[in-house]
């Protein structure tokens, strides 16, 4: 019999296909990762991240009012502390005037409407260039969850929106949440780095900041101790349920385009809103390939973008995401 069903009318133009379209995306479903460094009117490219820079918190301002004039609601902030300042507890994780609570203040200051995510974890303060305290050899989890609690108290202080733990200690929401708390900080919220898996994505990351694991006896030479298997899955799931049950407010996922599959299951499995953040390496892989002429960077921009929503992200966190908003604004 002739086909009832033709799928392809719903496909025959832009019209139709706008109409039946599944997945909208926007500039505000993006969050703005940015890397913070010491000085003035500093501006230092980072190589391996075409068009990303480390910037001083003057430009930073800056940056971050572009980004509110783009329609992002929302910024992660990662700062890159001078050697001197590093030791293996991260005390100056929790300096009431460190570069991140002063960063805080002041965009929260020039920018009051902007969510302001800080990342928490002892990496760009810790000699070794690990997330928490090392200890004969070992990443020790429960005084890395006090130095991260101190640490989110201090975010809170300075005035961040929310605190974002992508540590993967076990424990540290629960133990976050109930500092957040008991010093009057309700409204502080956590996302949680919840499904965080120990990935190559991260290189360029770890060039940005210069907080690669150092290779050095008796120190862990990767994050595989605490960051989770690429292998698994019902892991990842297992991570999500327990961040909401100890009181997270969003879960991440992340890297993004290689996971997608542990987004979709985790968007079925719990009721809070789940972030995905599409990592450097993600970022780097397209600016390469487009720069040498081979794929068409805005086009697999927004491709991989819609398809991270189509996963079930509420928010992405991403490099594109000036670019992207520019774009979609147009
Ligand atoms: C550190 C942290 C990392 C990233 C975000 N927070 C690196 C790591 O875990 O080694 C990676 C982000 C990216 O690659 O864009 N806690």
Not at 30 to 43: H, I, N, R, S, T
Not at 88 to 96: D, F, I, L, M, T
Not at 124 to 147: C, F, K, R
Not at 284 to 310: F, P, S, T
Request: with cysteine; hydrophobic share 40%; net charge negative.
């Amino acid at each position: 019999m002739f086909p009832l069903q033709r799928n392809r009318r719903l496909r025959t133009n832009e019209s139709i296909r706008s109409l039946v379209r599944e997945t909208s995306l926007s500039p505000q479903d993006f969050m703005l990762p940015m890397f913070v460094a010491e000085g003035k009117d500093v501006k230092v490219a980072i190589p391996s991240m075409p068009g990303i820079y480390r910037h001083s918190l003057d430009n930073t301002i800056k940056e971050v009012k572009e980004a509110w004039d783009l329609g992002i609601k929302a910024v992660n902030i990662y700062v890159k502390v001078s050697d001197n300042l590093k030791d293996n507890k991260g005390v100056e994780a929790w300096n009431k005037d460190g570069l991140m609570q002063q960063t805080i203040r002041a965009i929260k200051d020039a920018v009051p409407e902007m969510i302001v995510m800080p990342d928490v974890a002892l990496d760009p303060y810790s000699i070794y260039g690990h997330d928490g305290i090392i200890e004969n050899g070992q990443l020790i989890n429960d005084a890395t969850v006090d130095a991260l609690t101190r640490m989110s108290l201090s975010h809170a202080e300075a005035g961040a929106d929310f605190v974002a733990p992508s540590d993967m200690m076990d424990g540290r929401v629960l133990a976050i949440r109930k500092a957040l708390e008991e010093n009057g900080h309700h409204n502080v919220g956590i996302m949680s780095y919840s499904a965080k898996y120990a990935s190559a994505f991260y290189g360029p990351f770890r060039d940005a900041l210069d907080s690669a694991p150092v290779d050095s006896q008796n120190i862990p030479k990767d994050k595989k101790t605490y960051q989770m298997d690429y292998a698994n899955r019902i892991e990842g799931i297992r991570e999500a349920l327990l961040d909401v049950e100890e009181g997270a407010d969003i879960v991440m996922v992340k890297p993004g385009i290689a996971y997608l599959d542990i987004v979709r299951e985790i968007k079925d499995t719990v009721h809070v809103p789940v972030a995905v953040y599409q990592v450097s390496g993600e970022y780097a892989m397209v600016k390469a390939a487009a720069e040498r002429g081979w794929l068409d960077h805005d086009k697999i921009m927004i491709e991989q973008l819609y398809c991270i929503k189509r996963a079930g992200a509420s928010i992405i966190s991403t490099y594109f995401a000036k670019e992207a908003a520019l774009l979609l604004n147009k």
